[in-house]
């Protein structure tokens, strides 16, 4: 089983950063691609950013220029430096791996973590 733990969010004033961390776990032999998605309140989850395993990156418009994905393929862990931080970003962030396969013979599958808050206040 492949296990995804999130961590990094909270509470920060607008113009601020954060870094969010994601590691998954378990058994793995490969990812291929890691990325982070939000939802706010009565929205639908969107991608913010994803990379892949081979580091090509694809960033929502709204957030280019402002965060960077960024990845440690020995460690299976994502991370997203956010900044310049608007009451917009304000959401549950979720991380996501892609296309993880556990054995050379297993079909690749899609894993999901827990979320974790953000939220952008004065």
């Known amino acids: 089983q492949v296990q995804l733990v999130e961590s990094g969010g909270g509470l920060v004033q607008p113009g601020g950063s954060l870094r969010l961390s994601c590691t998954a776990s378990?058994?793995?032999?490969?990812?291929?691609?890691m990325g982070w998605y939000r939802q706010a309140p009565g929205k639908q989850r969107d991608l913010v950013a994803a990379?892949?395993?081979?580091?090509?990156?694809n960033y929502a418009k709204s957030v280019k220029g402002r965060f960077t994905i960024s990845r440690d393929n020995a460690k299976n862990t994502v991370y997203l430096q956010m900044n310049s931080l608007k009451p917009e970003d304000t959401a549950v962030y979720y991380c996501?791996?892609?296309?993880?396969?556990?054995?050379?013979?297993?079909?690749?599958?899609?894993?999901w973590g827990q979320g974790t808050q953000v939220t952008v206040s004065s």
């Open positions: 996501n791996a892609e296309r993880v396969v556990t054995t050379p013979k297993a079909q690749p599958g899609d894993y």
């Open positions: 990379i892949t395993s081979g580091g090509s990156t």
């Open positions: 378990g058994s793995i032999f490969s990812i291929y691609g």
